[in-house]
């Protein structure tokens, strides 16, 4: 699975095993919202997010599913004029919150797509997935070849949610990724790198806590400060410790020699529009940074779940 040439099995190969092609994602936006934003757990989201919710920001600009789906299909076919060529993605806010419905009533609609997307992604918190969440996903199965539930655990520290405004717990995270396991969904975790008072080994227990969780999929981030969040007044008062690129790069490849190699990377490293980001700069490119975490393991002679202990 893993070689030399390449030493990390990341979503673009494994989808390029499976499918012949790599699929692009269609993010659409129902328009939610998350407990730390309506007063449930806490106001004005965790201090990385900003207003659209780590989204596309559709449903204010009034555009429906249908024309979401329209333009990011439009994007895909660029790739793959025919034939398949999308992963369905609910991305923005928690899409089993506030109540299931919307979500319900989405999946219906999407349903006549799932022979361009075959793979139907839904991001939500660890708090947020219930048992009738977990149920409704799983009935999608028959419709999908896959579908994935995006779970954000971004530290593996319940002092850190609470530096960071989160409020949710490494427990809520097993619970969750428990629930999903037992019906046949593909879980995929959600990690940072730099987060406030994280310690020196955050992202190493985060790939600890993810592996032991038995997530098939991770999403590598760095701590970005883009405008309009909570972070960003904390950057502008200087009380902020930032990761730059270096640092990242080693970081990761250190987490990923102590991850599972069935475990398949779909992200190494987190970009955002140019108008949104303030720092930290200067940063390369995403497909730069990816070489480099490559070419460290090459380096050192390693590779994703190299360093990990043998029964």
């Not at 007063?39 to 429906?64: F, H």
Request: with cysteine.
């Amino acid at each position: 699975m893993i070689s030399r040439e390449a030493p990390v099995h990341t979503l673009g190969r494994s989808l390029k095993q499976r499918y012949g092609r790599r699929l692009r994602r269609v993010m659409l936006d129902l328009g939610l919202t998350c407990p730390n934003r309506d007063g449930n757990s806490g106001y004005g989201g965790c201090i990385y997010c900003d207003l659209s919710g780590s989204g596309t920001g559709a449903a204010k600009r009034e555009e429906d599913l249908a024309t979401q789906w329209q333009d990011g299909l439009t994007r895909a076919r660029k790739v793959n004029p025919e034939g398949q060529a999308a992963i369905i993605y609910f991305q923005s806010y928690s899409n089993t919150y506030p109540d299931l419905t919307p979500l319900s009533e989405a999946l219906e609609q999407i349903r006549e797509w799932s022979s361009v997307a075959p793979i139907l992604a839904i991001g939500t918190r660890p708090d947020c997935f219930s048992e009738e969440a977990a149920d409704l996903l799983a009935a999608q199965k028959p419709f999908f070849d896959e579908v994935w539930i995006e779970f954000g655990l971004e530290t593996a520290d319940d002092h850190v949610q609470k530096v960071i405004g989160r409020h949710d717990t490494l427990e809520n995270f097993h619970i969750a990724c428990e629930r999903a396991g037992t019906r046949g969904l593909h879980r995929i975790a959600h990690c940072i790198a730099g987060l406030p008072e994280e310690k020196d080994d955050g992202l190493l227990r985060q790939v600890e806590e993810i592996a032991k969780a038995g997530c098939e999929g991770i999403k590598f981030h760095q701590m970005m400060v883009l405008r309009k969040t909570k972070l960003a007044k904390m950057w502008m008062d200087d009380k902020l410790d930032l990761l730059h690129a270096p640092e990242y790069i080693q970081m990761v490849a250190d987490a990923l020699e102590q991850l599972p190699p069935e475990v398949i990377v779909h992200r190494l490293v987190a970009e955002a529009p140019e108008t949104e980001y303030l720092a930290p700069k200067p940063w390369p490119g995403r497909q730069k940074v990816h070489s480099l975490i490559e070419q460290e393991l090459q380096k050192r002679g390693t590779g994703q779940g190299s360093r990990l202990k043998t029964p």
